[in-house]
Structures are given as structure tokens and as C-alpha cells.
């Protein structure tokens, strides 16, 4: 029978569009590794047929040279809020995570401090300290509730002449608290300092408005809700007026202006280009095209309303269904400060998911105690949802009997 609100969801349909949505499965970690779609397994077949196998090495001239900034205008303009010219597709998330911190350390001499907090994900803190040995900063902490996320007061605690880089999360791993961007991004800069905005978490299923808040330097995933499969290359983004002010450490040839020049030294390209550094990874980059397409398609509003409806069903069924057994929610219960997924915690939640996975429910465990339900909107039912929390539920009941 087709759940109540299913049968209401004017995106319904979209499910049909990934491999493996006619099965039982339950899958609620698309946070983490998003569902392939059906178009992706043609697209690739056909990109060996014809243009990797039929073009060769005219190929990089005719379209693969560009494409990373083409999806980089496509991102830009789907779902990104950015005017084409100033995002690129390139490194992994955490090379490009290097490439701006130090672009932006490097923007603002003199200043000494790089600002995050403590519960940030892992790899951006790692790279911070990094990159703050490298140049001689300290980093200056944020501590912040791990059930929640960094507020503007916080931030305007901590900012000031000393700081050169503000590195946040739109989106917490853990919480899922929506960091408000525009707010945190004007208290950065009235202290002078530049942002980068890690998008990993929202980019496909919360829409920004990078132009228009101001934001400065933004990094995100495409294998979360951009669906580009394992391992798909990252993308970037450098508001138009820092373009020819900043300059990345990794001065790679298909960065420089003239890269078939093949001049003695390295002079950057004008524009985001300058932000690449080597041969672009093209087949890394081919199945995201189908998820912006299709994101695209449906309109990132109407991915949002249809994320907000099923963290907000997730959350009601998670107080009537797993309250009892003492679960507890571990996320923003305010939809409005609330991303794409909802933490559930329980001291057993560990155990719970090593049964959950040998049942086919898929989601992912955090510490401390944090059942991670990750629902990406487009290849999400409210049926599986609900499947999926029954099966907490009895998981948990087998393990407390
Ligand atoms: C997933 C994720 C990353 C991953 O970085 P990789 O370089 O792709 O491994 C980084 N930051 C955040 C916030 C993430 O969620």
C-alpha cells in the first residue's frame, strides 16, 4: 500500500530514476554516498563507445578541457546560487579544502589566526592545522554543542583584527545544523577576514544563495547528494571579485594561462581556472551531470521541501516510535536549522547498526551513541522511513531483551 505521504509528494516519481529504489532496501545513508541513477550506467558506457573510444585525444580539445567549469556554471546556476565563471570541478574535497585555505591565509597577510570549531568534520580540521604550521597561524577553536552548531554569537566572540579565514560547515556532519550563512559570513567580514563555506552536506538537497550572501570561498562533495558515485572529484567556488586577487599553492600547468605555451614558468590563468592544477579527472565528473540534471528538473526549492518533509516525518516517527526505548534526537528539531539528515542517539546505537546492515537498512553510525539517518530527497520514500525507524525499533528491542 502506498504510504499517505507518498501518495501526496508531488516528487514522488523521481525514485523510479535510481537503480535499486524497486527493491526492499533501505538505504539512509545518501549523505554519505548517494544512490547511482539509472541514466549514469549509459552515460558511461557511451562515453567509452564514443567519446573516449571514438574522439581520442581530440577529445580535450572539443569538450573535456571545459567541462570542469561547465559543470562548474551548472552547479552555479542549479543549485549553488552563483553567477557562471567562478566554480570548477577539480581535487577531492579535501585537496581543494587545502588549495583555498592557503589562497585565503596568503589573501590576508599580516593576520595571524584561522577561526573553526571543534566539531567541524574531521578532514577540514586536519587541514587547517596544516595549513596553519605551514604559515606560521594558530588556529583559534569554537566549542560548540555537538546537538547543534556554531550561532553568530559565537562566532562574533572570536573574530577580529587577528583573524585571517573563517572555516564552517552549511551543514554539520554529525547534527545536521544549518549553519546560517549570511549572518556568519557578515560577522567575518566586518572583522576583515575571508570565509570558506564547506558545502559537503548541503550541495543537492539545500539551496544556496553563495552571490548573494557574500560568501567569499565555498567547497563541496558530489558523491553526497550530487550522487557522482565513490570518489567523484570535489568542486569549488571563489567569488568573482577575489578571482584575481588570490592564488593557490599547487601551480599546476592546466592552471597557468597558456598551458599548451608550455612556457618556463608559471603565470595563473585569469578566472576560476587558476584554481585547477592538473589533467582534469573527466570520468570522475560524468554522473554527477545526470543528478544536476534531474535536481535541475524537479527545482532545488521543491528538494528542499520535499528534505524538510522527510527529516520532519523522520523526527515525529523517532518521538512516537523510539522515545520509549530512550532514543533521543539529536538534531535541530527546528526545520528551518535542520539539513538533509537526523542523529538519533542511543548508548547501543553501534550495535543496532551492525543488525540493521545484515537486514538491509542502511544508515550510519557517529559517535557518541549517533544513529545517522541520511535522506536524500529525490531517491527517498516516507515508506522507507517508516520501514526503516520499524526496524530500529526492532533491532533494539532484540538487543535490550
Ligand atoms: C564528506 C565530507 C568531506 C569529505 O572530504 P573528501 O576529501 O571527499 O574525503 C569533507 N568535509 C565534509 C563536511 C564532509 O561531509
Not at 551513541?369 to 528491542?397: D, H, K, N
Request: with cysteine; aromatic share 6%.
Amino acid at each position: 500500500m502506498t504510504h499517505r505521504l507518498d501518495a501526496t509528494d508531488p516528487l514522488a516519481s523521481y525514485r523510479d530514476r535510481f537503480v535499486g529504489a524497486e527493491t526492499s532496501l533501505v538505504y539512509f545513508d545518501g549523505n554519505s554516498l548517494g544512490r547511482p541513477l539509472r541514466a549514469t550506467g549509459p552515460r558511461l558506457a557511451g562515453f567509452v563507445e564514443e567519446e573516449w573510444g571514438g574522439r581520442l585525444i581530440r577529445g580535450w580539445d572539443e569538450r573535456w578541457l571545459e567541462l570542469p567549469q561547465r559543470i562548474g556554471d551548472d552547479l552555479g546556476r542549479v543549485l549553488l546560487g552563483a553567477a557562471p565563471g567562478q566554480a570548477t570541478i577539480g581535487d577531492s574535497t579535501t585537496v581543494l579544502l587545502y588549495k583555498l585555505m592557503r589562497a585565503a591565509v596568503a589573501g590576508r597577510p599580516g593576520r595571524s589566526e584561522i577561526v573553526l570549531d571543534r566539531d567541524n568534520f574531521p578532514t577540514d580540521r586536519y587541514v587547517a592545522d596544516g595549513v596553519a604550521r605551514e604559515c606560521g597561524l594558530t588556529l583559534r577553536w569554537i566549542d560548540v554543542d555537538v546537538t547543534a552548531g556554531v550561532t553568530a554569537e559565537q562566532l562574533a566572540e572570536v573574530v577580529g583584527p587577528q583573524t585571517a579565514l573563517v572555516v564552517l560547515s552549511h551543514v554539520a556532519y554529525r547534527s545536521a545544523w544549518l549553519a546560517d550563512v549570511p549572518e556568519l559570513t557578515r560577522i567575518a567580514h566586518e572583522a576583515g577576514a575571508l570565509v570558506l563555506w564547506d558545502l559537503c552536506h548541503s550541495a543537492g538537497s539545500v539551496p544556496t544563495s553563495l552571490d548573494a550572501w557574500g560568501v567569499d570561498l565555498a567547497v563541496g562533495c558530489t558523491y553526497k547528494y550530487l550522487n557522482g558515485g565513490p570518489g567523484a572529484p570535489a568542486f569549488c567556488y571563489v567569488a568573482s571579485s577575489l578571482l584575481d586577487e588570490l592564488t593557490q599553492p599547487i601551480q599546476g600547468w592546466l592552471g597557468s594561462v597558456d598551458p599548451f605555451l608550455m612556457g618556463p614558468s608559471y603565470v595563473p590563468a585569469p578566472g576560476i581556472r587558476r584554481f585547477q592544477s592538473g589533467t582534469p579527472p573527466i570520468v570522475g565528473m560524468l554522473a554527477l551531470q545526470d543528478m544536476v540534471a534531474l535536481i535541475d528538473e524537479a527545482g532545488i526549492e521543491a528538494v528542499r521541501e520535499k528534505s524538510v518533509a522527510l527529516t520532519s516525518y523522520a523526527v515525529e516517527v523517532a518521538d512516537s516510535l523510539l522515545a520509549p526505548a530512550g532514543v533521543v534526537v539529536a538534531s535541530p528539531r527546528d526545520p528551518a536549522r535542520r539539513g538533509g539528515h537526523v542523529t538519533l542517539q542511543h548508548p547501543l546505537m553501534r550495535e543496532v547498526t551492525s543488525v540493521l546492515w545484515e537486514r538491509d537498512v542502511i544508515p550510519d553510525y557517529r559517535d557518541p551513541g549517533g544513529l545517522r539517518i541520511g535522506l536524500s530527497p529525490l531517491s527517498t520514500s516516507f515508506a522507507e522511513v517508516e520501514r526503516g525507524l520499524e526496524m530500529v525499533r526492532a533491532a533494539l528491542a532484540g538487543l535490550t531483551a
